[in-house]
């Protein structure tokens, strides 16, 4: 089954959750660059690159987002669903698209603190003959962010649940996930935190996702910011390591 990892700066993303509860209507879009490399309990390396094109809407407490990977994977897949005749292969090409809506349904300026309310949606829109890019099945998720602001320093956290799609021959689980971490503003344009995510394991047998990620995000001006990262995993179904980095441009 497929080790594509789909962190998609989401980690990232949290760094803007406390301007949401503010923002005029502004729409926004953005290309970003990963690289995951794991052996996800495997003897052999797996790789994965992404190029995340995203397009995002704010209008009041309503975020709405679009994400399109372009990816290229490098593992062990198995032909036609068969583990027996699993092979060493390279597949790329467009991934799964996502679709994700917040709406804040609290916020309180004078406490600094908000929560948001949401779902996401992961189309299999990928070849599903490519089982590195894509169960080929729908996935559902619903979640709660929450922030507090403290000064310079913003706490975020995430609790949510998704509703796998089942591949022919696999029942996944549907894993309960969450994530917490902070962002430290340093300066107007600049700032950095880290946060822990961490995920139920798909199947009986499978381990959980676990993982950390330190970020830096720079707005150059009122319209071009920049954000990257670094990941560890410390689980086999998280990658051991991964870099990114993203542009945005916001109208």
Do not use: C
């Not at 700032?191 to 199947?203: P, V």
């Amino acid at each position: 089954m497929t080790h594509l990892h789909k962190k998609h700066l989401l980690g990232l993303g949290l760094v803007l959750v406390p301007a949401l509860a503010m923002a005029q209507s502004r729409t926004s879009v953005g290309v970003g660059l990963d690289y995951a490399e794991g052996d996800y309990g495997e003897s052999q390396t797996s790789t994965t690159w992404q190029v995340p094109v995203t397009v995002r809407h704010e209008t009041g407490p309503l975020m709405l987002k679009l994400n399109l990977p372009y990816v290229r994977s490098s593992g062990v897949a198995a032909a036609g669903g068969d583990r027996r005749s699993a092979t060493d292969e390279t597949q790329s090409g467009l991934g799964d698209i996502t679709a994700s809506a917040m709406y804040n349904v609290l916020y309180d300026k004078s406490a600094g603190f908000g929560v948001d309310a949401g779902g996401k949606i992961k189309f299999a829109t990928a070849d599903d003959s490519k089982e590195l890019l894509t169960t080929g099945e729908n996935d559902y998720s619903l979640q709660l962010d929450a922030f507090k602001a403290i000064a310079d320093t913003t706490l975020f956290g995430t609790l949510g649940w998704t509703k796998k799609g089942d591949p022919a021959g696999v029942d996944f689980r549907n894993p309960w996930f969450a994530s917490v971490g902070f962002s430290n503003k340093l300066s107007d344009a600049n700032s950095w935190g880290a946060s822990y995510d961490y995920r139920q394991k798909l199947t009986s047998g499978g381990d959980p996702i676990s993982e950390a990620m330190l970020f830096v995000a720079h707005r150059y001006s009122k319209e071009w910011r920049m954000q990257a990262y670094a990941l560890a995993g410390f689980s086999d179904a998280s990658p051991d390591f991964g870099l990114g980095a993203f542009v945005g441009y916001d109208f």
